[in-house]
């Protein structure tokens, strides 16, 4: 079956704009999780949903970034006024449920120039 | 403070040369723990999870296995396809939910 895909798959902006990172996850499955993975370290927790509502957004770094999941499917991460420090590859990942493991997208490459 | 830490940083093995990446945690209490392939470019790839101490798991030439502290991956007679990036993670069940916390990963490269 399709697994978690995530568009675009490369984004470069320029500082201060605002950008949109989509994640469609593996159907059925009720928990997604985002990430960001700076070069040469492991995924860092941002948020994570279960259904559509934001279980823990407590990894969000600031108010600059937002995440949400309408109807409990495809999620977008939103992220206002953006930085040079924001670069980094941005995953999802989807399960079954918030124990299980997790099957996550190529990820989104954003570059802010 | 939850902590994944896991050595070496990186590795170089010889094709059928067998050895072992470590991955030391600290929790609460352990929900679970979990490793994956990540390769260049590409999201992680899962492949075990482990739950409790002394469970071990296995696949083709992977066997993972756990203790109260570390988790070991071994790779036996290593091929050059087994080049990748071994990430693991752990959810604590009492700190923090249902975050996952994720080591810094292991480089490995299988020379021909």
């Known amino acids: 079956g399709a697994g978690v895909s995530q568009t675009p798959s490369n984004k470069v902006t320029e500082k201060g704009k605002y950008v949109e990172l989509r994640c469609d996850p593996i159907?059925?499955?009720?928990?997604l999780y985002w990430y960001r993975q700076s070069l040469g370290q492991g995924p860092e927790f941002l948020i994570y949903?279960?259904?559509?509502?934001?279980?823990?957004d407590s990894g969000l770094p600031n108010d600059r970034f937002f995440a949400v999941r309408p109807e409990g499917s495809v999620s977008t991460l939103k992220i206002q006024r953006t930085e040079r420090g924001d670069s980094a590859v941005y995953l999802c990942?989807?399960?079954?449920?918030?124990?299980?493991?997790?099957?996550f997208g190529p990820g989104t490459r954003l570059t802010v120039t | 403070e939850d902590q994944v830490t896991q050595s070496p940083e990186a590795l170089r093995l010889q094709e059928g040369e067998s050895s072992s990446l470590n991955c030391s945690y600290t929790?609460?209490?352990?929900?679970?723990l979990f490793w994956y392939r990540q390769d260049p470019g590409k999201g992680p790839e899962f492949l075990f999870t482990?739950?409790?101490a002394g469970e071990e798991k296995e696949k083709e030439r992977l066997k993972a296995t756990l203790t109260k502290k570390e988790s070991f991956l071994h790779i036996t007679a290593p091929k050059p396809e087994d080049s990748a990036t071994y990430l693991c993670?752990?959810?604590?069940?009492?700190?923090?939910?249902?975050?996952?916390?994720f080591g810094t990963g292991t480089s490995l490269t299988v020379i021909p």
């Open positions: 929790v609460s209490g352990l929900r679970g």
């Open positions: 990942a989807s399960s079954l449920s918030t124990t299980g493991e997790q099957y």
């Open positions: 159907s059925g499955h009720t928990a």
């Open positions: 482990l739950y409790s």
């Open positions: 993670a752990v959810q604590d069940i009492v700190n923090t939910g249902n975050q996952f916390y």
């Open positions: 949903f279960q259904g559509t509502g934001a279980a823990d």
